[in-house]
């Protein structure tokens, strides 16, 4: 089963690209919520996240980053996450 690291679902859009599409599709994941930090206290991220920041996807021994990058590795995994259609899956392209 995927875990997605995510922070405030208020104030992070980056964490809820990852979070919208995997409900959307109703794939199987687990959530962990973070919540901001001060700057100035270090990053309690860097415990799962190799760049300190969320969202974070870890799928076994695998952690993806990045919210775009993180919706391509499901694409990969999942058929249903770009449309079939050369031109609607450009156009969700540029949407996301």
């Not at 870890?58 to 770009?82: C, F, K, P």
Request: net charge neutral.
């Amino acid at each position: 089963m995927y875990q997605l690291h995510i922070a405030n679902k208020n104030y992070s859009s980056w964490s809820l690209r990852p979070w919208v599409l995997m409900k959307a599709l109703a794939l199987p994941f687990e959530e962990s919520l973070h919540p901001f930090e001060p700057p100035a206290a270090g990053s309690l991220f860097h415990g799962f996240s190799p760049t300190g920041k969320v969202p974070v996807l870890i799928d076994g021994a695998r952690t993806g980053w990045d919210s775009l990058a993180i919706v391509e590795y499901l694409a990969e995994r999942h058929a249903q996450v770009w449309p079939g259609d050369a031109a609607a899956r450009a156009w969700a392209r540029c949407a996301a």
